[in-house]
């Protein structure tokens, strides 16, 4: 693309050609101008092509110079305007400058005189469209700022999806992206559409015809393409989208994509755009961190809830706030029957997934506010927050049930069909140390196993035992 092509663009309205030619010969090296016989001319250019500045006499036939300066004011306020004049008062050009004319200029007209204010006037303006470009680059890094909080991948797409929205002049995304919590599986996030439509894409773009994501690499606008194909499966015909890939240093992987708007993306919104993913690939890159440093310290890599250096500190925090608020605490020791045959007929890794299956099953049977573990094997602990010893086992007697009540998947062989005995102990009347409540629920849980398993048994039964 030449310079020319780049330049601004000049209007020259006067019906003397001489003057529309010496003004050409003035500033043509400094813009692309074009030339108008008449007001009217004029208006009927700037509707097919906007211009910055507009170079018009005073007085012609039509449209009077002061006529089209208030047109142009009006409806192209972004545009400036000198005026040309062969009888310039003080009056008339206080005037000008009032009705919003950035300057004037009295005939006959002087080449250097003109070009130097040309140049002044288009030098003021890409000045100011530098500093608003620099404002909005401004805006949107203090809106990236809420990416830095996000320290799960999740939330750093759907975030990164809510920033691209709110900078860029669209008003419908879609956010999908591989969840590394979950191997082998999506994650999507959604903006602008009714419930029910999300509901039909979250199935489409997960279920039925999962996307690459992997073949994005560079952002674009794409007129065609997979999720285009899984949107008209579904009823929608989406157009052009901007295909925003975000990618960790690690496993982390997804795409934003927006849907375009009538009048596209200009060169400026797809910087912008730019702007947003490289902090939103730094949020991603810091959640990775954090995510493999949680893994290594609380995390159990097996089953994904916490693990018994977690518990241990989360027994002596909720102890200690158990004791100030006065307030009870329920331990929960879960362990498996027989869960050794599990592993001796199907193999450790169906082992494995069964443990996985089973830690949702308990999630789902607690709080947020509780704590899971795993202590250790096929063992699992509860901390149950605000719970008194008859809740915790009125709790316990539910997660027996929903094991038993569950099928695990047994890889090719038929499901599996399991059952778990429950030890459930109680702060302060079963013990009031972290240690003694552990031990306590832990000896009630073989005291389950001896009553013959699939069962629960407090602490307080052992003393009656």
């Not at 608003?132 to 990416?147: G, P």
Request: hydrophobic share 40%; glycine share 8%; net charge negative.
């Amino acid at each position: 693309m030449t310079a020319v092509q780049t330049a601004a663009r000049v209007l020259v309205v006067d019906d003397d050609r001489l003057i529309r030619e010496m003004v050409r010969d003035a500033i043509e090296d400094r813009a692309r101008v074009e030339s108008c016989e008449t007001g009217e001319a004029a208006l009927d250019a700037l509707a097919r092509e906007p211009a910055d500045l507009v170079i018009s006499d005073l007085t012609m036939p039509g449209i009077s110079g002061t006529d089209l300066l208030e047109r142009v004011r009006r409806e192209y306020p972004g545009t400036d305007f000198i005026l040309l004049t062969a009888h310039a008062t003080v009056e008339s050009a206080v005037g000008a400058l009032r009705m919003g004319a950035a300057d004037y200029i009295v005939k006959p007209i002087h080449a250097e005189e003109l070009a130097l204010l040309v140049e002044r006037i288009l030098a003021r303006r890409r000045l100011l469209e530098e500093n608003a470009r620099l404002r909005d680059e401004l805006r949107t890094l203090d809106a990236c700022r809420t990416l830095v909080r996000c320290l799960d991948p999740g939330e750093v797409y759907a975030v990164a999806l809510d920033l691209l929205l709110g900078t860029l002049p669209s008003d419908r995304g879609i956010a999908l992206f591989h969840r590394t919590s979950l191997p082998m599986t999506d994650g999507v996030a959604f903006r602008g559409f009714e419930e029910g439509e999300a509901r039909r894409l979250r199935a489409a773009l997960l279920q039925d015809k999962p996307l690459e994501l992997d073949t994005y690499r560079e952002l674009g606008v794409l007129g065609d393409g997979e999720l285009h194909e899984a949107l008209r499966e579904v009823g929608f015909e989406p157009g052009r989208l901007l295909a925003v890939p975000l990618r960790g240093r690690e496993t982390e992987a997804g795409v934003v994509w927006l849907f375009e708007p009538l009048g596209g993306f200009s060169t400026e919104q797809l910087e912008s755009a730019r702007l947003v993913a490289g902090h939103a690939e730094l949020a991603l890159q810091n959640a990775e961190r954090y995510h493999q440093a949680k893994e290594r310290a609380f995390v159990d890599d097996v089953t994904e809830v916490y693990n018994a250096r977690f518990l241990l500190q989360a027994t002596e925090h909720e102890i200690q706030r158990a004791e100030r608020y006065e307030k009870p605490l329920t331990v929960l020791f879960l362990d498996l029957d027989r869960f050794k045959l599990v592993n001796d007929r199907h193999g450790h890794l169906v082992g494995s997934n069964v443990l996985r299956q089973l830690s949702r099953v308990l999630e789902d049977c607690i709080r947020q506010v509780d704590t899971l573990a795993r202590y250790g094997g096929d063992e699992f602990t509860i901390l149950l927050v605000d719970t008194d010893a008859r809740e915790g086992l009125a709790i316990a007697e539910r997660i027996r049930r929903m094991v038993a009540e569950t099928f695990f998947e047994g890889g090719q062989a038929a499901p599996i069909r399991l059952t778990v005995s429950i030890g459930v102990s109680a702060y302060p009347q079963d013990a009031r140390d972290r240690d003694g409540l552990l031990d306590a629920a832990d000896k009630a849980m073989y005291r389950a196993k001896s009553l013959g398993r699939d069962t629960c048994c407090a602490a307080s039964e052992l003393s009656e035992g």
